[in-house]
């Protein structure tokens, strides 16, 4: 599939593939309470189909799902029908479960309302995530995969702006390899987060809450500096794409999790990015998704 999509839409055949080990597994998993029971959504499809665990994840989240169904029905939760979020930290430990009302956190059987942040202890730095909030689905493995592949890429310089930063992962990871480090990212909590997860190790950060598109100025960076971009599925909005062809920095590098728009978003970046290396990892094991990455310099 990935060959097939990278061959079609953006004419390249050579990229790297890092197959997900055994022992990776999602640190969060969606689930639906429809008012009578819990599960997940049939694909293409609303009907539920309840489950008792859920072998692509941890098992701290199979093992919180029959006390989440049972507050659910005696209604010690909000009972609404929607959409659940169970998620745990790195090593997974403690569970919060979270939807639109709250978050609260499993102890000895029971729920309680808790909005303290989950730990990620990953790549020697330890990073607050708020519940409910983005963090890659399977935390260690991510850290490993895009670790590997960034090193390999050698992709250093002096300043690095994290955009779509969420809580800080790839400020993280780098930090070694920069000096400075700008970054924006639209979630108040995950800005929040990432400022004392930077502060903590140490990094001359400036975490700001923007929208990247309207954020981006003309002629950003110059070429010691490198733009990491990990957009949302739907990938770049054109009027960052538009600001980017104007970057002064010398290197960028795209994160997609959607495949076509990870190309799409190449093809337009190209008359002013040249596309030099590019993987795919596969950070959603048991599923038909990927990780599209990138690193492109300025032509
Ligand atoms: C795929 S996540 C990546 C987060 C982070 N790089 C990581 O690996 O943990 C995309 C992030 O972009 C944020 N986001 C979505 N749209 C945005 C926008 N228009 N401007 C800035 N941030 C945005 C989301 O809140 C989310 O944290």
Not at 100 to 112: N, P, Y
Not at 121 to 137: D, E, I, K, T
Not at 176 to 183: G, I, Q
Not at 262 to 280: E, G, I, N, P
Request: hydrophobic letters at 45%.
């Amino acid at each position: 599939m990935v060959s097939d999509l990278f061959h079609r839409q953006i004419g390249r055949d050579d990229f790297e593939w890092l197959a997900a080990p055994a022992t990776a597994k999602r640190a969060r998993i969606q689930l639906h309470w429809d008012g009578r029971d819990l599960g997940f959504h049939k694909r293409k499809s609303h009907d539920l189909v309840p489950i008792e665990a859920c072998p692509a994840a941890e098992s701290a989240l199979s093992a919180a799902i029959a006390p989440l169904r049972a507050a659910l029905i005696s209604r010690a939760l909000p009972s609404r029908p929607g959409r659940w979020e169970v998620a745990t930290g790195t090593p997974p430990g403690e569970v919060r479960a979270s939807c639109e009302a709250g978050v609260w956190k499993l102890e000895a059987g029971a729920w309680h309302l808790d909005r303290s942040p989950l730990i990620h202890r990953l790549a020697g730095a330890s990073l607050r995530q708020p519940a409910g909030g983005f963090f890659q689905v399977s935390p260690a493995w991510a850290a490993e995969a895009f670790g590997s592949v960034l090193a390999n890429w050698d992709l250093r310089g002096a300043t690095l702006f994290d955009l779509y930063g969420g809580v800080g992962l790839f400020s993280a990871l780098l930090r070694e390899r920069f000096t400075r480090f700008v970054l924006v990212e639209s979630g108040e909590a995950a800005v929040d987060a990432a400022r004392m997860n930077l502060a903590d190790l140490g990094l001359a950060a400036e975490c700001t809450v923007a929208d990247v598109g309207t954020w981006l100025p003309e002629g950003l960076g110059s070429s010691d500096d490198a733009i990491l971009l990990d957009p949302p599925r739907t990938g770049l909005a054109v009027e960052a794409v538009e600001k980017l062809l104007t970057a002064n920095a010398g290197r960028m590098v795209l994160v997609g999790c959607d495949g076509a728009a990870f190309c799409r978003d190449l093809k337009r970046l190209d008359s002013a990015w040249k596309t030099v290396q590019l993987a795919a990892l596969d950070l959603f094991p048991l599923t038909p998704h990927i990780e599209a990455i990138a690193l492109l310099e300025r032509r």
